[in-house]
C-alpha cells in the first residue's frame, strides 16, 4: 500500500517541479526535488518491508510538501485541498485496532496544518507569493484535478476494502455454515448410532426390573440401569457440549432421596477400583431429608469427579461424602467431596483444567487418557446449580473436589408420588410401531404391551403408509431414519389423508434442525431414544386424550 502511494507522490511531484521550474520558483524547485528523492527512499524502505519508517516518512513528506507549496502559492493556488486527501489517508495505512494513536496523530496533523495556514493568511512557511493571476489560472486547476483525483482514488481503494471484506466475510460464513451442518450431520448420525442400541439396554433393564427377578438379581439389574442412564448422560454431553457453554443448562428438579439415588455410585465403581487395588469409600449422612434435586445431573457430576478420582490414584483410595451442613424450614445445605490419594494437581494448573479439552499437563494426557471434558461439564452444571466446584490439592498428595448446594426441602409424600406408578388405562387402544431396528422392536413391543396395548409393527415408512390406509390406529409410533421411506416423508404421506391421527416421532437425535423437521412435517410431538418406558406410555397417553 505505502508502496504504490509513494510512486503516486512521485509521479505528482514530478509534475509540480515541471510547473515550478516553468514559473522559476526556486526554493519549491528545491523542495519538490527533494520530496522525490524521499519519496524514493519511501518506496525503497517499503519495498524491503521497514513499514513502519517509510510510513512515517511519507506522512511527513506529504504534509511538509503541500503546506510548503501552498505557502509560496497562497490562497489562491488552491494548493491546501489536498490536506483532505492526507487527513482522511491515515485511516488506509495505519490499523484500526493496533495503531490508533498513529491515525489520530496524522489525520490532526493535518487539521491543524490546514488552519495553521488561514490563521498565518497562508504565510506559514514564506511570505513570499507568486503572482496571484498565475496562481488563480494555472495552479488552481491543477490542484483540483490533483485532489479529485486523490480523493477519488481514495474512495475507490475503500470501496475495494469494503468490497473484499464483505466477500470475505460472506464466503466465510459460508464455510462456517458448510462446516456446522457438516457437524451437525455427523454428530447427528452418530448419536443415531448410539443411541439405538442404548435404548435396547435401558429398555431390557427395565422389562426385567418389571419380571419379578430374584432377590439376587435385583441389585445387578438396577446397576445396568444406572449405568445405562449415566452412559446416555455422557453422550448428551459430549454430542451437545457446545450448547451446554452457550446457553443456561435447565435443571429438572425432583423430590430425591439423596441416600437412596447415590446408592448405585459404589457398585459401578468398585470394580475399576479393585482393578488399580485401591479402596472405594462411600459416606452418605443419613440426616439429610428428601430434598428437591436434578439427581440426573447430579449423578453427572458425581461420577465424572469420581472417575477422574479413580482414573488418577493408584494407590490410597477414593472417598465420596455427602454431609448435611445446616438446615432451616424450607431448605438445607448439603457439602459433596470427592476425596483422593491419586496424583494431584500443581498449583499452576488448577485453573486450567476447568477449560474444555485441557488436563494437567500432556503426560497426564499420554498415561491416563481421557477428552479433557469432564471437569468443565461438573462446572456447567455445577454452576447451574447456583454453586461453584472448589479444589484443593497438591501435587503427588491427591486432590478434593467439593461443592455446596442449597436445596429446598421436600415431602416423602412428594417422593412417594413421583417414585409411584402410574394407573393407565389403555384397553382396546391400537398402536402401529414403525421401527427398523430388530432389538428396538422387541423392547418396545414388551413395554407396550404390557401396557395393555395392542401392538401392530412395521420396519419402514412406505410400509406404515400402507398399514394406516388398511387399518385404524389410535396412534403411530413413527422411527425417523428408516430404509425405502424415511419417518418424515411417511408421516407427510400419512397427512395427506388422515390429519387427526397422532404420530410421534421415535428420535435419536438431540439437534434442533431434527426438531424442525419433526414440526414440519405434520407430527405431534416426539420421544427421544433411549427412552424411559413411563415417559414414554405418559407420552402415549396424553397424545391420545388430545
Known sequence: ???????????????????????????????????IFLYLTSAYLAKKGNLKIARLLYFIILNTGIVSTASYIGQDGGVEFMLMFTMSLPFMVFSFRNEKYLIAIFSLTSIFLWIALYVTDFNLITTSKIAIETASNLIYPVSIITTL??????????????????YTIHSSREDALEASEAKSKFLSTMSHEIRTPLNAVIGLSHILGDNKPREDQIQNIEALNYSGKILLNLLNNVLDFSKMQSTKIELDAIPTDISAAIKQIKKIHESSCNQKGISMNLEIDDAIPVVYLDIVRYNQVINNLVTNAIKF????????????????????NILTEVIDTGIGIPKDK?????????????TTNRLYGGTGLGLPIVKSIVE?????????SMHGTGSRFYFNLDLKL???????????????NFDGKKVLL???NLINVMVG????????LNVDVVNDGLAAVNKVKENTYDIVLMDIQMPIMDGYQATIEIRKFNKTLPILALSASIFMEVKDKINESGMNGFIYKPFNPEDLLDKIEQAISN
Not at 488448577?350 to 500432556?362: G, R
Not at 421436600?410 to 393407565?424: C, V
Open 149 to 166: 483525483f486523490l480523493v477519488t482514488f481514495q474512495l475507490m481503494y475503500f470501496s475495494y476494502l469494503n468490497y473484499n471484506s464483505s
Open 384 to 392: 447451574a446449580m447456583n454453586s461453584k466446584v472448589k479444589i484443593e
Open 313 to 332: 490414584t493408584d494407590e490410597g483410595s477414593v472417598t465420596l461424602k455427602i454431609k448435611k451442613q445446616k438446615e432451616t424450614i424450607n431448605s438445607i
Open 1 to 35: 500500500m505505502i508502496f504504490a502511494l509513494s510512486l503516486i507522490a512521485i509521479i505528482v511531484s514530478v509534475v509540480c517541479t515541471l510547473i515550478v521550474i516553468k514559473l522559476n520558483v526556486t526554493d519549491l524547485i528545491y523542495v519538490h526535488t527533494t520530496c
Open 410 to 424: 421436600a415431602s416423602n409424600t412428594s417422593l412417594n408420588k413421583s417414585n409411584q406408578k402410574k394407573e393407565r
Open 445 to 452: 413391543k414388551q413395554i407396550l404391551e404390557k401396557a395393555k
Open 434 to 436: 414403525v421401527e427398523d
Open 350 to 362: 488448577q485453573d486450567t483444567i476447568w477449560e474444555a479439552f485441557t488436563q494437567a499437563s500432556t
